[in-house]
């Protein structure tokens, strides 16, 4: 049932790439037919997300500023604000003023802000120039925030209510400024000090008599954050309780505006791709893979792998310091890639585990105790069942079919080496994320490229320490 219904939506999947596909090369034959009321016609009844990957395939930027300009007005600056920079700074600077006062007029101030922080200084203060007064001021408020909190998500385009509005009075509000709103399904409750008192679904209104106060039927309890909280537990408040919007309020209270479950989005897949890009130890950066310079990829990696090997060169004095038991016992030299690679893996997956823990905020400092435990269980179990395996491998694999002769004794220096290996990779795994949050840093940061170049050498030192004890060398 499963496979079937993953098959179905890979089905639902290709389909749509192959109709946009069919409605790129339709649009590229209107515009060369210069067929304009077609093309109006065709983007009308499009959704803006649709019409932003049709305008991405479009590289003459005159036929760009074209084909935006004949974009129907409801739709030209949602369709603005879901294009990739480089396209957007393409059109600003080819905008009128009248244009641009016009695109900055009709979007949503969380997207303006968006918009005014991914552009270079010289348009950005173009774009501002030719807001109104008071939408340039409203934007630099949210400007003041920092990058990382929920004030510089937020949006003050929501409903307000006041505790004695009766129900007509909030429709009758809603029906006067919900199309500048970004939400109307909930609406907030302030009293007139903007104090947050209560929250109130469009449902609850329809349900209850026009004459009904709004303080009589509000849900006074309400979940808010502060405009200082980190914008990732925001979104994953929004996670938690499956708001379609949240408030977000002053030191004291005050309704400040409130952060929708598309921006949580968009913060949930800036902050994993970021986390990804750690892990992978290479520099994060907003700009999609085609649209970076080779400089600016090869910037981005070359000093991670500078640091790290650097880092690896302790492993290589490691073994230098034993090449006098290595020569003795030639067949340890053949264990060492299959006993470095077993301890990277092992500690990776703990750290990993761990990192995903930390960031769904499931794994706190305070766990560490309880996780060390857990995965001290594991990694025994782990290291038994890998030794395990090993030793039949070199029994009936290296000695009995490539004849490699390796007696019991180095057999068994493997093998405890194994066991001791992933138990301390696992243990370093789980920790070394834990202390990274603690200390400030970002947990991705203690993934796979540092774990292992670390128990690299946990294992190295292990192995010619047991070499020696068991072997006399």
């Not at 089905?11 to 077609?38: D, G, H, P, Y």
């Not at 007029?105 to 007064?133: C, F, G, K, Q, T």
């Not at 994060?284 to 650097?310: E, G, H």
């Not at 990274?436 to 796979?448: T, Y």
Request: hydrophobic share 50%; proline share 3%.
């Amino acid at each position: 049932m499963f496979r079937k219904k993953r098959k179905e939506e890979r089905t639902v999947f290709f389909r749509a790439k192959i109709q946009m596909n069919e409605l790129s090369e339709k649009v590229k034959e209107l515009l060369a037919a210069k067929k304009i009321s077609a093309l109006h016609e065709m983007l009308h009844d499009m959704n803006p997300a649709d019409i932003a990957e049709l305008l991405s395939d479009i590289d003459d930027e005159r036929d760009l500023l074209l084909l935006f300009r004949i974009l129907p007005k409801e739709i030209a600056a949602d369709t603005f604000v879901m294009m990739d920079s480089d396209m957007m700074e393409s059109l600003l600077e080819a905008f009128s003023d009248r244009e641009l006062s016009v695109l900055i007029e009709d979007m949503y101030l969380d997207d303006a802000v968006d918009v005014i922080e991914e552009m270079p200084a010289n348009v950005a203060r173009r774009l501002l120039s030719r807001a109104s007064a008071e939408t340039r001021r409203e934007i630099n408020a949210l400007l003041k925030y920092p990058h990382d909190s929920a004030g510089s998500i937020l949006t003050t385009e929501y409903i307000r209510l006041y505790p004695e509005t009766t129900v007509d009075e909030a429709f009758g509000i809603i029906r006067d400024t919900g199309i500048d709103k970004e939400t109307v399904y909930t609406c907030y409750v302030t009293d007139h000090k903007r104090k947050l008192v209560g929250v109130i679904s469009a449902l609850s209104m329809m349900l209850a008599k026009g004459g009904d106060l709004i303080g009589d039927i509000m849900e006074s309890n309400v979940i808010s954050v502060r405009t200082t909280d980190d914008k990732e537990f925001v979104a994953n408040q929004l996670q938690k309780y499956d708001f379609l919007a949240l408030p977000v309020v002053d030191s004291e209270d005050r309704m400040i505006g409130i952060v929708t479950i598309d921006d949580a989005v968009d913060v949930i897949v800036d902050e994993y791709s970021e986390d990804i890009e750690i892990m992978a130890a290479i520099t994060p950066t907003d700009k999609p893979y085609l649209k970076q310079s080779v400089f600016s990829i090869w910037k981005s990696r070359i000093p991670w792998l500078l640091l790290l090997m650097i880092s690896a060169t302790f492993t290589g004095m490691i073994i230098s310091s034993f090449e006098d038991a290595l020569a003795a016992q030639v067949a340890l030299t053949a264990f060492i890639p299959m006993l470095m690679d077993t301890g990277g893996n092992s500690g990776s997956q703990s750290s990993v585990t761990i990192i995903r823990g930390i960031s769904l905020s499931e794994i706190s400092f305070s766990d560490i105790f309880a996780v060390m435990w857990k995965e001290l269980r594991i990694s025994a179990m782990c290291g038994v069942c890998l030794s395990a395996a090993t030793f039949v491998k070199i029994m009936l694999v290296d000695n009995l079919i490539l004849q490699s002769n390796v007696s019991i004794l180095v057999a068994s220096v493997v093998c405890m080496t194994l066991l001791v290996t992933v138990v301390c990779a696992k243990l370093i795994g789980c920790t070394l994320p834990l202390f990274a949050k603690k200390l400030g840093f970002d947990p991705a940061v203690m993934a796979s490229p540092f774990i292992t170049t670390i128990v690299d050498a946990v294992s190295l030192l292990v192995y010619f320490a047991f070499a020696k004890l068991m072997l006399g060398l």
